[in-house]
């Protein structure tokens, strides 16, 4: 039995703990109890490790009385997809409906939803917070106490992350939006409305990657003039490069290996790239960083690939055989990069335990190590709207594709091989509006 089934059995052996004040498990509302609507729809399920399918499945339906239905205009997939279908992230069941990032429009709302009305625009965070506990309070949105009663998520780690939208039970247990309609518990809270000169194009990435970017370089502590490391060239890294540049980085260098970084070159002609791949012998990321910068290294780096890609046979073969989850030679590569007091931020995703951890260069040269956590949506998105009103930021910079929900697995696996010069793609639906100006054609697959 893979992994993933095996900690879901656990779990429902063990059983949830009592925090939580929504309904958990309804991954599918034709598996969930009580949880499917009138007709049907089309959604994009996890079908096994590697495996995805496009299905039809009941439409959800009102559940509790802060819930919003929402007819999905537009999602996307994100590289925290690929880990749930690589079977990384455990808990995951067959059925299960993904998508973390999504906007629509209102289609039905609870009886005590007071913020919101049918027929409006919104954007989703993909967190799903009940607005008032000791986190929610802060806007540390991702880690609200009340939307997850996953026990084994407790364990491992000694504390649990909010619910999420599309991404396992180990985080709830929650439907995601790759999907025609999405219920969304407390819709007041993990709405946000998109004013009308906003296309939905723009405001869809509010969801997830403008905020985690942002998050990564204010959390991480980028401040004015500091040179800037960036692991992992996908959206995260590329939006978090304009990121620490607005925030008053000197310099900013992406490290990658493939044609991400041409991508990165021609559309931020402004930031510096190394290919990793391409480095001699006798050399490595950390010498060639050292070399680049006065022979100390950037004063802060940040990680934005993913525990999951060994980048040597040795941790390769350790996660194979179950003896870690995660490699750490990303981690110790940012350590050794990083000049002595330097700072570095994980936003990439890391799910357990590692092995060869370089304790010894972070503790003599004092590195200050930051989990980044999950982003905490509710903190930025405000104030990211704004800038995307004012121009100061646009996110279709990052966007490559536009496809149909119709064609989503397919997608998925283009997406994963980076098949087609793909990135980010934006997932139209048949509530879709046209295309806006500067997005990319529609390709069907
Ligand atoms: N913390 C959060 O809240 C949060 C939110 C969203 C995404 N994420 C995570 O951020 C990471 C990046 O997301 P994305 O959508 O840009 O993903 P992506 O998969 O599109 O991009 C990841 C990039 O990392 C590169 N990479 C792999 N191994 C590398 C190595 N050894 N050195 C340098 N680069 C390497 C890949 O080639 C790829 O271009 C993912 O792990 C994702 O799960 C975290
Ligand atoms: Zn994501
Ligand atoms: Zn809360």
Redesign the pocket.
Known sequence: MAMSQAALKAEQAIGHSDNATTVQDVTNPDTAPNAAGEGTMKALAWMGKNKVEMIEVSKPKIMEPRDVILKITGSTV??????LLHGTVVELQKGDILGHEFCGIVDEVGSEVKKLRKGQRVVAS?QIACGNCYYCDQKLS?QCEKTNSNTIENAMYGGRTAGMFGYSHFTGGFAGGQSEYTRVPYGDVNLLPLPDNIPDEKGLYLS??L??SW??VVDTGVKKGDVVAI????????MAAEFSLLNGASRVIM????W?LDFVKDRYPHVDTLD?STLGKGES?TSKLKEMCNNRGPDVSI???????A?GWAHYFEMMLGLETDTS??IN?MITSTRNFGRCGI???YVGFTNHFNIGSLMERGIRLIG????PVHLYWESLLKMIEDGQIDPLKMVTHRVRLEDLDKVYYK?EE?ADGM??VYVETKFSAPACEGSPELKRY
């Not at 692991?231 to 590329?238: L, R, V, Y």
């Not at 490290?255 to 493939?258: A, Y």
């Not at 980044?372 to 982003?375: E, H």
């Open positions: 994100c590289g925290s997809d690929l880990h993909f991702s997830d990657v905020c985690t998050h990564a692991w992992g060239a996908g959206p995260i890294g590329q490290i990658d290996q493939n991400r990793f990321v990680e934005c690939a993913a525990g999951e890609y980048k030679e990303l590569e936003t990439g995703v980044n956590g999950q982003a997406f980076k990135q980010k």
